[in-house]
C-alpha cells in the first residue's frame, strides 16, 4: 500500500476531487483527516470509510477560519502524533472578470482558495519539519498558469497556489518536505454540475465545457486523485515545486 499508516489530512474532502482522493487513499492504507463545510456528505463519507476499517478523524467547517485550522492541526497531532500528508484540496469558483468582481467576493475566493493554505501550512510545516519531512499537495487549476475567461478572481487565486507551492518547496527542499501542486482544467465535480444547472442554457453550458479540452471530454475525481496519490506517496520522491497540469490538452 502506497500510503499504509500514513496520516493524511483532506481539505473539501466530502466531495468531488476530495471524495475520490478520500477514498483512494483509504484503499492505500491511509489514517485519514477529513476537513469540509458540507456536513451531511462529509458524515456519510466517513461512515462508509469506516465500514471497510479506515481510521477517520473529520471536521465541518471553513478552512478559511483560523481557528479551526489550528484545530484540525492540534487534533490530528494529539490523535496520531505525526502528518505525513496535507492535501489542500477546499476551493471556490466564482464567475466574473475582475472589473464584475465584487470586493466581497475577491476577498472570499482568495480567503478559501488560497489564505485556507497559507493557514494549513503555517500550523503542519513546522510539525513536518520537527518530524523529519513530510508531503504537501496544493490543487491549483489550468487557470493559475494561463488565466481563464471570465474567472477573474479564481485565475489569481489559482496563480497564487503554485507561487505558495513554490516558495514552499524552495524554503523547505532540506528539511525533507515536499511541495508540489495540481492544475486540472474541467472535472466533473458538483461544483460544475451546478454552475451548469445554473446556467440559462444548460445544455449549450456542458458543450461549452467539454468543447475546452481538446480531448472532447472533461476529467474526471479519480484521475485527479490518482495524481494526488501519486504526489503524496514515495512514488514521486524526486519531485518538488511543480505544478502538474491535467487539461485534456487545453493548454496545448
Known amino acids: 500500500m502506497k500510503l499504509d499508516r500514513r496520516i493524511v489530512i483532506i481539505t473539501g474532502a466530502a466531495a468531488g476531487i476530495g471524495e475520490a482522493s478520500a477514498r483512494l487513499f483509504a484503499k492505500e492504507g491511509a489514517r485519514l483527516v477529513l476537513v469540509d463545510l458540507q456536513e451531511e456528505s462529509l458524515s456519510k463519507l466517513v461512515g462508509e470509510l469506516e465500514q471497510v476499517d479506515t481510521i477517520v478523524l473529520d471536521f465541518i467547517g471553513d478552512v478559511s477560519n483560523p481557528v479551526l485550522c489550528r484545530h484540525v492541526i492540534d487534533r490530528t497531532m494529539a490523535q496520531f502524533g505525526r502528518i505525513d500528508v496535507l492535501f489542500n484540496n477546499a476551493g471556490i469558483v466564482l464567475n466574473g472578470s475582475l472589473v464584475e ?16 493554505m497559507y493557514l494549513m501550512c503555517h500550523a503542519a510545516v513546522p510539525i513536518m519539519r520537527q518530524q523529519g519531512g513530510g508531503t504537501i499537495v496544493n490543487m491549483s487549476s ?28 524552495m524554503d523547505f527542499v532540506k528539511d525533507g518536505i515536499r511541495v508540489n501542486c495540481i492544475c486540472p482544467a474541467t472535472v466533473d465535480t458538483p461544483s460544475l454540475r451546478q454552475r451548469i444547472a445554473d446556467s440559462p442554457d444548460p445544455e449549450e453550458a456542458r ?17 485527479i486523485a490518482a495524481m494526488a496519490l501519486f504526489l503524496a506517496s514515495d512514488d514521486s520522491r524526486y519531485m518538488t515545486g511543480q505544478a502538474i497540469i491535467m487539461d485534456g490538452g487545453m493548454k496545448l
Open 142 to 169: 489550468i487557470a493559475g498558469p494561463t488565466g481563464v475567461a471570465n474567472r477573474g478572481a479564481y485565475s489569481v487565486s489559482k496563480a497564487g497556489v503554485i507561487g505558495l507551492t513554490k516558495s514552499l518547496a
Open 101 to 116: 468582481c465584487t470586493e466581497e467576493e475577491w476577498q472570499k475566493t482568495l480567503d478559501v482558495n488560497l489564505k485556507s
Open 207 to 223: 458543450r461549452t465545457f467539454v468543447a475546452r479540452q481538446p480531448m472532447g471530454r472533461i476529467g474526471t475525481p479519480q484521475e
